[in-house]
């Protein structure tokens, strides 16, 4: 089985009639992902690669029995898009624009768990059930189906190590971009659940970064709760303190809180493999199979 999306899925594209909208609704319907409606204020009535367009989610959500939705909006108009999507009930949305308002982000982040629904980003690649379906922009030639899951802050990072994965024969079970901002919809011990639950995935692969606490946290849920084998990356070991590294949420506190070295510790004492670099995730994978 696979979770989050798979066949099944019926996704709504917001922002639908922008350029990667439009562009990245081609590619996923290529793919062979059920994307059965699009989204665009004002620009109800439309059509985009015979996928009809509404005004509203709510409309595009009762018209199709929607389930999911991949926000290809700019940052200053997630707010108002992904708060549309958490309001009309949608299980599943994944938000794709990096730079999104902290405070825009944090009032959607409870919003999302005060509703009940799953969210996904900001700063994300999407969420891939190789074989089955993706909603986002990653690009799928480079993921196979397998029995390896992967969550992953760093597109490029998880790029690499899927290439790798694929080059030696070994797949993906489901593949979640968790994002690179400051305050993630869903953190890695919301989404470790799904892996230990999945039948699909006997391996989980976590590459993280430095900034935050995100992967300490999920140190712990590891260690109380996965039966599973972790391998784990923590990008970023050289970075200077104080300083933002590419991602809003990677960077490292004076006082060293962030840091990968604090990081990898966390992990370590849970009993996590830990990686030193996306073809160290490769070796730890063959030796773990």
């Not at 099944?8 to 990245?24: A, P, S, Y």
């Not at 624009?97 to 994300?124: C, F, W, Y």
């Not at 305050?183 to 692969?205: C, K, N, R, W, Y």
């Amino acid at each position: 089985m696979s979770f989050f999306i798979d066949t099944d899925t019926r996704l709504i594209v917001q922002g639908i009639t922008g350029r990667e909208g439009t562009f990245h609704t081609e590619q996923m319907l290529a793919y062979g992902t059920q994307v059965v409606a699009g989204v665009t204020p004002g620009k109800g009535g439309t059509e985009v690669l015979g996928i009809p367009v509404y005004n509203t989610v709510r409309e595009a959500q009762e018209r199709h029995d929607a389930n999911a939705t991949v926000l290809f909006v700019p940052p200053r108009f997630l707010y108002g898009a992904a708060y549309e999507a958490i309001m009309t009930g949608i299980p599943l949305i994944m938000t794709i624009a990096e730079g999104t308002p902290v405070h825009d982000m944090m009032r959607l982040h409870h919003l999302a768990k005060e509703q009940g629904v799953r969210l996904i980003g900001p700063n994300s690649f999407g969420v891939i059930s190789p074989g089955k379906a993706k909603a986002g922009f990653m690009a799928h030639r480079i993921f196979a189906e397998g029995r390896v899951g992967v969550m992953s802050r760093s597109a490029t990072n998880c790029y690499e190590t899927v290439y790798l994965m694929k080059r030696n024969g070994i797949g993906q079970s489901t593949v979640v971009g968790v994002g690179g901002d400051m305050i993630p919809g869903s953190t890695f011990a919301d989404i470790l659940p799904f892996f230990e639950a999945d039948e699909q995935t006997d391996i989980i692969v976590l590459i993280g970064e430095i900034g935050g606490s995100e992967e300490e946290i999920a140190a712990q849920y590891i260690q109380e709760h996965i039966t599973k084998p972790v391998i784990a990356l923590i990008a970023g070991k050289n970075a200077p303190k104080d300083t933002s590294m590419g991602h809003a949420g990677a960077i490292v506190s004076p006082n060293g809180e962030g840091s990968a070295e604090s990081k990898e510790t966390a992990l370590r004492t849970a009993g996590v493999h830990i990686a030193e670099s996306t073809e160290d995730i490769l070796r730890l994978i063959k030796k773990l199979l």
